[in-house]
């Protein structure tokens, strides 16, 4: 049974694949694009600015901070290329 942060943070990963979708992008494409320090990982502020862009909404940090914590398999406060493949699923996968 999902909790109501596991469904939000479903919400927001599905909406982040239509977006995706929407926009021709594959996830390594929109990785690329939200990793604006180019150091091959996704840190607080690149998330939170990178997927309001994406969604075209407004998040909230902590939600962010959520999303973070969930993916990061190696904690060091950072989503990677790997983790933010496994974070978006098979449908994140390139084609």
């Given at each position: 049974?999902?909790?109501?942060?596991?469904?939000?943070?479903?919400?927001?990963?599905?909406?982040?694949?239509e977006a995706?979708?929407?926009?021709?992008?594959?996830?390594?494409?929109?990785?690329e694009q939200?990793?604006?320090?180019?150091?091959?990982?996704?840190?607080?502020?690149?998330?939170?600015?990178?997927?309001?862009?994406?969604?075209?909404?407004?998040?909230?940090?902590?939600?962010?901070?959520?999303?973070?914590?969930?993916?990061?398999?190696?904690?060091?406060?950072?989503?990677d290329l790997?983790?933010?493949?496994?974070?978006?699923?098979?449908?994140?996968?390139?084609?």
């Amino acid at each position: 049974m999902l909790n109501d942060m596991d469904w939000d943070m479903a919400g927001a990963f599905e909406r982040l694949l239509e977006a995706l979708k929407e926009k021709g992008m594959t996830a390594d494409e929109a990785f690329e694009q939200l990793d604006t320090d180019d150091d091959g990982k996704l840190n607080g502020p690149e998330l939170l600015h990178g997927l309001s862009s994406l969604l075209g909404e407004d998040l909230d940090p902590s939600k962010v901070s959520r999303i973070i914590t969930s993916s990061d398999v190696d904690v060091d406060h950072r989503v990677d290329l790997f983790e933010w493949r496994a974070m978006l699923g098979p449908s994140g996968e390139e084609e």
